[in-house]
């Protein structure tokens, strides 16, 4: 057993416990419950034996005192005292006052059970009178009527001519008469009384009552039969009255004890008795106050305990039974609860490898790893926080400068930059400290850093939604959105509150500065262009000395030179390197817009515009774009064929076409590259289902990518959500294993990586619309 024991783990074991002591709880009340309705039942039982023994004793000596009231009545009964008292008639038997008497005597016996049997012994005459007749010579009535052990004579004088007030005799069988001169021996005590009642001496007349035991017995035969005990009624001197379903030698016994007690102790009369007996018995005992005798009963342990045992053995039924149950439980819950703490810490062992062969207790060893973990991903976390500024600048750099191609890419850098982009409508611009040629000492370096920290507080508190970053040390870029319904109006009023904020910046903290902006921008991926041009109209600020705000608009006017800055180009080939032919044509477009339409350029700066643009196509055969020798060669075939002597519309077109030819080929090579991506995914699921801790970060952490490109890449391949997914792999080799073994539920959610069963039944019931159990019994059905 211990053995057994010691094989289960130290927090199932704890469980275990745990739920036993809550177990035994209630066992312990059950058993004092238990204990008291054992002495319930037994008490109740001795109170009932006595109220059935008391009850016999009150009818007893009710009906004796009816006895002695009957000899009461019949001293006063004028046919008997002349019978006594007067002279003898000349009728020597005096028949008539005899048979009268005799007549009288008959009504008397109906009215007792215990005057069924009585005799009057008239001196006078020498006669005895029954309720029957009239026996004219006592030897009669004796030979019908014969006391056991006691002679004619013996009985002549001791009961006829001695003197008796309210005298019994104990119990002797009686010859009694039946049927006839059939005679029976028949137990009864013998109340005797003289008449008249204050005769000492010489009596006139005796009085017999025969009270058959039978009789007296059956007011205690409920006792005898309910519980298979005795009873036994002794007078005050210890002898026998009657006794019932005791032996003749056990009752002598038991009342000489009895008598031998009573002796020893004064006891009060009418007190009930209940002491254990030495056979087994409970003996109980009423003393009478009317006449002293002695009411006892034994009545067996066992007989009294027989509610007490019915109630002990629905008691053990329903005790065992609870425990039987209860331990079940307990181990069902034990298990239940142990098992994620022992999964929990079997992950955590793994991982730590410092003290592998640590023992202690389990609850503290996860609190304090818990702990550690929770006290680490605070500290990534405030390192993460940390890092956001410098993610947030980099976001906002490349956004200026272009290096953003793609809606995919800008939303998920943004989303890692914690910066919200609420419209894609926006203006650029850059701000320069004025008064600082040569910012190359400490002391500069450290005065530009303050001013360019009051300029930004400035312009955030002026618009919280403004992108912000340092350009250099002289100068600080921004991004600022502006409302979608009206362009203009915004940019107007942008530009307003823009000088607004010189004013005031130079008011507040006397620092003087100078505002290039760029045209305004419809589209995110277009910000590096306004930037570009605020940079253009900042620098052209600076050559003309100017302090305030200048717009791109105003500088091209100036300017003759065609509009081709590196950063588009570089933009436009990045563009068409990532395969966007839409943002390709709107750069080419816009390139069109501004040399063709907005300027007024020469034909000779036509012509070289158009020279940098098929450069910039040329470009294409550098090995970092990789493109295919055979495409390679048709592309720059069609790129030199293009002549300057064509039209604008010619020019634009075969341009259009040449961009979208190309962004074709690179998309169809990217979206090779990316079902080759989600081909890995999915070859990489289908290999670790079975482990619990496949998420999309353990994914994303095996391609080397971000979990918000892998999860929309997979989504847009597959038209399928990647977690939805990895759930239909595992779901899909769970029905195969219903289907083809016998293993438990348990067993197969472990194996395609559910952490419990219950999420695995809620997992399948959400794929198949039906429960595991119920899959696997439609396949026996189906089979």
Same mark, same amino acid.
């Given at each position: 057993?211990?053995?057994?024991? *010691?094989?289960?783990?130290?927090?199932?074991?704890?469980?275990?416990?745990?739920?036993?002591?809550?177990?035994?709880?209630?066992?312990?009340?059950?058993?004092?419950?238990?204990?008291?309705?054992?002495?319930?039942?037994?008490?109740?039982?001795? @109170?009932?034996?006595?109220?059935?023994?008391?009850?016999?004793?009150?009818?007893?000596?009710?009906?004796?005192?009816?006895?002695?009231?009957?000899?009461?009545?019949?001293?006063?009964?004028?046919?008997?005292?002349?019978?006594?008292?007067?002279?003898?008639?000349?009728?020597?038997?005096?028949?008539?006052?005899?048979?009268? =008497?005799?007549?009288?005597?008959?009504?008397?016996?109906?009215?007792?059970?215990?005057?069924?049997?009585?005799?009057?012994?008239?001196?006078?005459?020498?006669?005895?009178?029954?309720?029957?007749?009239?026996?004219?010579?006592?030897?009669?009535?004796?030979?019908?009527?014969?006391?056991?052990?006691?002679?004619?004579?013996?009985?002549?004088?001791?009961?006829? #001519?001695?003197?008796?007030?309210?005298?019994?005799?104990?119990? !002797?069988?009686?010859?009694?008469?039946?049927?006839?001169?059939? $005679?029976?021996?028949?137990?009864?005590?013998?109340?005797?009384?003289?008449?008249?009642?204050?005769?000492?001496?010489?009596?006139?007349?005796?009085?017999?009552?025969?009270?058959?035991?039978?009789?007296?017995?059956? $007011?205690?035969?409920?006792?005898?039969?309910?519980?298979? %005990?005795?009873?036994?009624?002794?007078?005050?001197?210890?002898?026998?009255?009657?006794?019932? %379903?005791?032996?003749?030698?056990?009752?002598?016994?038991?009342?000489?004890?009895?008598?031998?007690?009573?002796?020893?102790?004064?006891?009060?009369?009418?007190?009930?008795?209940?002491?254990?007996?030495?056979?087994?018995? +409970?003996?109980?005992?009423?003393?009478?106050?009317?006449?002293?005798?002695?009411?006892?009963?034994?009545?067996?342990?066992?007989? $009294?305990?027989?509610?007490?045992?019915?109630?002990?053995? /629905?008691?053990?039924?329903?005790?065992?039974?609870?425990?039987?149950?209860?331990?079940?439980?307990?181990?069902?819950?034990?298990? !239940?609860?142990?098992?994620?703490?022992?999964?929990?810490?079997?992950?955590?062992?793994?991982?730590?490898?410092?003290?592998?062969?640590?023992?202690?207790?389990?609850?503290?060893?996860?609190?304090?790893?818990?702990?550690?973990?929770?006290?680490?991903?605070?500290?990534?976390?405030?390192?993460?926080?940390?890092?956001?500024?410098?993610?947030?600048?980099?976001?906002?750099? !490349?956004?200026?400068? %272009?290096?953003?191609?793609?809606?995919?890419?800008?939303?998920?850098?943004?989303?890692?930059?914690?910066?919200?982009?609420?419209?894609?409508?926006?203006?650029?611009?850059?701000?320069?400290?004025?008064?600082?040629?040569?910012?190359?000492?400490?002391?500069?370096?450290?005065? +530009?850093?303050?001013?360019?920290?009051?300029?930004?507080?400035?312009?955030?508190?002026?618009?919280?939604? $403004?992108?912000?970053?340092?350009?250099?040390?002289?100068?600080?870029?921004?991004?600022?959105?502006?409302?979608?319904?009206?362009?203009?109006?915004?940019?107007?009023?942008?530009?307003?509150?823009?000088?607004?904020?010189?004013?005031?910046?130079?008011?507040?903290?006397?620092?003087?500065?100078?505002?290039?902006?760029?045209?305004?921008?419809?589209?995110?991926?277009?910000?590096?262009?306004?930037?570009?041009?605020? #940079?253009?109209?900042?620098?052209?600020?600076?050559? =003309?000395?100017?302090?305030?705000?200048?717009?791109?608009?105003?500088?091209?006017?100036?300017?003759?030179?065609?509009?081709?800055?590196?950063?588009?180009?570089?933009?436009?080939?990045?563009?068409?390197?990532?395969? @966007?032919?839409?943002?390709?044509?709107?750069?080419?477009?816009?390139?069109?817009?501004?040399?063709?339409?907005?300027?007024?350029?020469?034909?000779?700066?036509?012509?070289?515009?158009?020279?940098?643009?098929?450069?910039?196509?040329?470009?294409?055969?550098?090995? #970092?774009?990789?493109?295919?020798?055979? +495409?390679?060669?048709?592309?720059?075939?069609?790129?030199?064929?293009?002549?300057?002597?064509?039209?604008?519309?010619?020019?634009?077109?075969?341009?259009?076409? +040449?961009?979208?030819?190309?962004?074709?080929?690179?998309?169809? !090579?990217?979206?090779?590259?990316?079902?080759?991506?989600?081909?890995?995914?999915?070859?990489?699921?289908?290999?670790?289902?079975?482990?619990?801790?496949?998420?999309?970060?353990?994914?994303?952490?095996?391609?080397?990518?971000?979990? #918000?490109?892998?999860?929309?890449?997979?989504?847009?391949?597959?038209?399928?959500?990647?977690?939805?997914?990895?759930?239909?792999?595992?779901?899909?080799?769970?029905?195969?294993?219903?289907?083809?073994?016998?293993?438990?539920?348990?067993?197969?959610?472990?194996?395609? %990586?559910?952490?419990?069963?219950?999420?695995?039944?809620?997992?399948?019931?959400?794929?198949?619309?039906? *429960?595991?159990?119920?899959?696997?019994?439609?396949? /026996?059905?189906?089979?």
């Amino acid at each position: 057993m211990q053995l057994l024991w *010691s094989k289960f783990s130290p927090v199932f074991r704890r469980f275990l416990i745990s739920y036993l002591v809550i177990l035994m709880i209630p066992q312990i009340a059950g058993y004092a419950s238990y204990r008291a309705s054992i002495e319930a039942a037994r008490s109740s039982s001795i @109170e009932n034996s006595l109220k059935s023994l008391s009850l016999g004793k009150e009818i007893i000596e009710r009906n004796l005192l009816q006895v002695e009231a009957f000899t009461r009545q019949l001293a006063v009964n004028p046919d008997l005292q002349n019978l006594i008292a007067g002279p003898k008639p000349h009728d020597l038997y005096n028949v008539y006052g005899m048979n009268r =008497m005799q007549r009288s005597l008959s009504m008397y016996s109906s009215t007792n059970d215990y005057l069924s049997h009585f005799f009057i012994h008239i001196p006078n005459y020498n006669a005895i009178i029954t309720p029957r007749t009239v026996y004219y010579r006592p030897e009669h009535y004796y030979a019908a009527n014969q006391l056991d052990g006691m002679s004619f004579e013996q009985w002549h004088d001791q009961i006829l #001519k001695q003197p008796h007030f309210n005298e019994i005799i104990p119990l !002797r069988n009686y010859k009694r008469e039946i049927l006839g001169t059939v $005679l029976a021996d028949v137990p009864a005590i013998t109340f005797l009384q003289s008449l008249p009642l204050n005769s000492f001496n010489k009596p006139q007349a005796t009085i017999g009552v025969m009270i058959d035991q039978d009789q007296m017995a059956s $007011l205690t035969q409920n006792i005898v039969d309910q519980y298979g %005990g005795w009873t036994l009624v002794t007078d005050a001197e210890g002898q026998i009255i009657f006794s019932l %379903g005791i032996e003749q030698a056990e009752a002598e016994q038991m009342a000489q004890s009895h008598r031998r007690e009573g002796n020893a102790a004064e006891t009060e009369l009418n007190v009930q008795n209940v002491q254990p007996g030495s056979d087994g018995r +409970l003996l109980i005992s009423i003393q009478s106050s009317q006449n002293g005798w002695n009411y006892m009963a034994g009545i067996p342990e066992k007989a $009294l305990m027989t509610k007490a045992d019915q109630i002990k053995q /629905v008691t053990l039924a329903f005790t065992l039974a609870t425990i039987a149950l209860g331990l079940l439980f307990g181990l069902v819950l034990a298990y !239940r609860n142990s098992a994620p703490v022992y999964r929990l810490l079997a992950s955590f062992r793994e991982q730590i490898t410092d003290s592998p062969d640590r023992r202690g207790n389990e609850y503290d060893f996860l609190a304090s790893h818990i702990n550690n973990l929770i006290a680490n991903n605070d500290s990534l976390k405030n390192a993460m926080n940390e890092q956001i500024p410098l993610l947030r600048d980099g976001f906002i750099k !490349r956004l200026l400068i %272009g290096e953003v191609y793609t809606s995919l890419e800008l939303e998920v850098i943004s989303s890692q930059a914690h910066i919200s982009l609420h419209s894609s409508k926006g203006l650029a611009g850059l701000v320069k400290v004025n008064g600082y040629a040569n910012p190359d000492s400490e002391e500069t370096i450290h005065e +530009l850093g303050v001013a360019r920290l009051l300029i930004k507080q400035v312009l955030t508190e002026w618009n919280a939604q $403004l992108l912000i970053t340092d350009w250099g040390t002289d100068q600080i870029a921004f991004a600022c959105p502006l409302d979608e319904n009206s362009l203009n109006e915004a940019i107007g009023r942008c530009e307003k509150e823009l000088n607004t904020l010189m004013e005031v910046i130079y008011r507040e903290h006397r620092i003087s500065t100078t505002i290039g902006t760029g045209a305004a921008y419809e589209v995110w991926n277009d910000a590096g262009r306004s930037f570009d041009e605020a #940079k253009q109209a900042l620098d052209y600020a600076i050559h =003309m000395g100017t302090d305030h705000l200048v717009r791109f608009e105003d500088t091209m006017k100036e300017n003759e030179m065609f509009y081709y800055p590196i950063e588009s180009e570089q933009r436009l080939l990045n563009t068409i390197k990532v395969g @966007e032919p839409e943002e390709a044509i709107r750069i080419l477009e816009q390139l069109f817009l501004r040399n063709l339409e907005e300027r007024e350029l020469s034909y000779e700066m036509t012509q070289q515009f158009i020279m940098e643009l098929k450069g910039t196509f040329l470009k294409l055969d550098e090995p #970092k774009f990789k493109l295919d020798a055979s +495409l390679l060669e048709e592309y720059k075939t069609r790129v030199t064929s293009i002549q300057m002597t064509e039209t604008i519309t010619s020019l634009r077109a075969k341009f259009k076409r +040449l961009t979208e030819d190309i962004c074709g080929d690179f998309q169809r !090579r990217r979206a090779g590259a990316h079902a080759d991506t989600v081909s890995e995914m999915i070859c990489f699921i289908q290999q670790h289902y079975g482990d619990a801790n496949l998420t999309i970060y353990r994914i994303a952490e095996h391609m080397s990518k971000s979990e #918000k490109f892998i999860s929309q890449l997979f989504k847009e391949h597959t038209g399928e959500n990647l977690s939805d997914y990895v759930e239909r792999v595992r779901i899909d080799a769970a029905s195969n294993l219903l289907h083809s073994t016998g293993q438990t539920i348990d067993e197969i959610a472990e194996a395609t %990586g559910y952490n419990s069963a219950h999420s695995f039944r809620r997992a399948f019931k959400r794929v198949r619309g039906i *429960s595991p159990s119920v899959f696997r019994k439609m396949d /026996v059905h189906s089979g």
